[in-house]
């Protein structure tokens, strides 16, 4: 009897899991960007000068991640 409860509740996570979403993320794996700096605040520059900052953007999922439109503020 104790047998056939512990199978039960051992099948029922196993089941639950992925539907909470905290199964194996390789299943379906997604793209996710990290920025380890996602706002840079420029020094005030003459006008007409030209300035330059790159940001690094990673992708920590496990999925490629296409990034298909910027826009700067």
């Not at 300035?51 to 992708?59: G, K, T």
């Given at each position: 009897m104790l047998r056939k409860l512990a199978s039960a509740v051992v099948l029922f996570f196993v089941l639950?899991?992925?539907a909470l979403?905290?199964?194996d993320e390789n299943l379906n794996p997604q793209p996710k960007?990290?920025?380890?700096?996602?706002?840079?605040?420029?020094?005030?520059v003459v006008e007409g000068n030209q300035?330059?900052?790159?940001?690094?953007?990673?992708?920590q999922g496990g999925a490629?991640?296409?990034?298909?439109?910027?826009?700067?503020?």
């Open positions: 639950l899991l992925p979403g905290l199964g960007a990290y920025l380890p700096e996602s706002v840079f605040t420029f020094q005030p300035i330059v900052h790159e940001f690094i953007i990673r992708n490629s991640l296409n990034i298909l439109d910027l826009k700067s503020g």
